[in-house]
């Protein structure tokens, strides 16, 4: 009998986790001769995502008669994301520490896929990186054609970790700027992720948890997460508990005695109005001083409302109880819940959080490589007339890259405000760019240098500390420049000629 399979990633596997192109360009490159020529890839995100909702706008007509008629529609409305939170740093250097090359695979790629070339697949065995990675820290606030990661190695071990980069940093540096957003239409609230059932995965599951707590959310839902990361989790019942019991009675009494004033009610498993009628029976006999409310469907801001007015009616007082909503939540969902005066504590949000509405398109594209053995490293800068710059192009602008190894510099003016961005060449002069006063602060750090990690990584309330400081140096993030420089330009241009025609 066969057992079912988990298909979880254990370090032995995690090379494998790649699309079997990245194996035939290596073994093509086998064939020819040519393994191993060090090559910079660049991880980046090409084009802001666009995210579309719905709005509804309502006017009046007026006629002579004195007679008028109210209106309203629904129309789609695009808007674009100003900026990104980088997020899965830490888990995609774990995956470049750890992941190697096996005979497993090996044996895999003969017996099945049926590669018979021997020189090849005893190159797979060994497959390890031993190269750099440059990054922005976890936190960072970045923008379009911007590098997250870089990535120095021989072409075919740099390529090899495409597909484990991409789903590690793409769907967690999602997350994290959904999670931002949230925290922004909800400052000083409680804001709660409760995503593991609408998870993609329960690998991402945990990925969300993590990339949630860097946006700004300050709890899981999920244990696996806290236990990872030796967190307090939190969570109550769910409409099932309620249904498991004869009555809501029976459920909200069982539920204090378990929880005492740490009690959160759930009200709509099947009426608002009689569950909160029930609770206040079970609240007076238990003598609870305080306790806590949760709403899941409905017109959540008519319910909040009518709540607070019944509990005034009936003499407690505010702060005897917080209110928790859910259902599917959004940042314009709360945005309009905050501005309505619904009065709400805390925001337990899942669907929309780990699924938003728009996946984040990052790429891993080839930026430069050598014709020979030479490498140049982000910190020793020489004239090496072997360095091949490459970019891509396309008949669709937003899906082109940028040539050349590559910083970002962030310019600070002498008010402590950003000013801009600058993405430069490594070893090009970009003090045309500043004024007298400038900061400039390099955003790709060190993080492997030569297979071995040199980077301390922070803790997930440092990288959210992080991400908060950087967002108050701002001024007008909307509308924030990031300028490509001339160097950049001329490279591009460059390989356009040589390349396009």
Not at 22 to 40: D, Q, R, T, W, Y
Not at 74 to 79: H, I, L, R
Request: glycine share 8%; aromatic share 10%; charged share 25%.
């Amino acid at each position: 009998m066969q057992l079912p399979q988990t298909l979880a990633i254990p370090d032995h596997l995690a090379l494998a986790v790649m699309d079997f192109y990245e194996l035939s360009m290596a073994e093509a490159n086998s064939l020819e001769g040519i393994l191993g020529k060090k090559s910079i890839f660049d991880l980046v995100v090409r084009k802001l995502p666009e995210e579309k909702y719905f709005a509804t706008h309502r006017w009046t007509s007026f006629f002579p008669n004195g007679r008028s008629v109210e209106h309203e529609a629904v129309k789609e409305k695009k808007e674009q994301k100003p900026f990104l939170v980088n997020a899965g740093l830490e888990q995609a250097a774990a995956y470049l520490l750890k992941a190697k090359g096996s005979k497993e695979l090996s044996d895999y790629l003969k017996n099945i896929q049926g590669i018979t070339d021997e020189k090849f697949l005893s190159w797979v065995e060994k497959i390890k990186f031993s190269g750099d990675v440059y990054a922005m820290t976890e936190g960072t606030i970045f923008f379009a054609h911007e590098p997250q990661l870089q990535i120095h190695d021989g072409f075919e071990v740099a390529q090899l970790f495409e597909s484990i980069l991409l789903t590690t940093i793409n769907p967690q540096t999602n997350v994290a700027t959904v999670a931002n957003e949230i925290a922004a239409a909800a400052p000083g609230k409680i804001l709660l992720e409760g995503g593991s059932r609408r998870a993609g995965s329960p690998q991402s599951a945990i990925y969300n948890s993590r990339a949630a707590r860097i946006g700004g959310f300050h709890a899981s839902s999920n244990v696996a997460f806290g236990m990872a990361y030796e967190e307090k989790v939190g969570g109550t019942v769910g409409h099932s508990y309620i249904m498991l019991h004869a009555s809501e009675y029976a459920a909200f009494k069982a539920q204090t005695k378990l929880l005492g004033s740490k009690v959160c009610f759930l009200l709509d498993t099947y009426d608002v109005k009689k569950a909160l009628e029930t609770t206040l029976k079970v609240i007076e006999e238990e003598k609870l001083e305080h306790f806590a409310f949760r709403l899941d469907s409905g017109n959540l801001e008519e319910q909040a409302k009518w709540l607070h007015a019944q509990m005034k009616e009936k003499g407690y007082a505010r702060q005897q109880y917080d209110l928790v909503v859910s259902d599917d939540l959004t940042a314009k969902k709360i945005r309009d819940l905050e501005n309505s005066g619904a009065d709400i504590d805390k925001y337990l949000v899942g669907t929309f959080l780990v699924h938003p509405p728009k996946p984040l398109g990052g790429v891993f594209k080839l930026a430069a490589f050598y014709e020979n053995t030479g490498f140049l490293s982000m910190d020793i800068i020489e004239a090496d007339r072997t360095l091949q710059m490459r970019g891509k192009f396309s008949e669709n602008p937003e899906k082109a890259t940028l040539p050349g190894i590559k910083q970002v510099y962030r310019v600070m003016g002498d008010d402590g405000f950003y000013k801009k961005d600058l993405i430069a060449l490594i070893g090009e002069d970009i003090s045309p760019y500043l004024k007298g006063g400038d900061m400039v602060e390099e955003l790709l750090v060190p993080i492997i240098k030569e297979g071995r990690q040199v980077y301390d990584f922070p803790t997930i309330n440092e990288i959210s500390r992080h991400k908060e400081e950087q967002l108050k140096k701002f001024r007008d993030i909307e509308n924030y420049p990031v300028i490509i420089s001339e160097g950049i330009r001329k490279a591009q241009e460059e390989v356009r000629r040589k390349y396009k025609t």
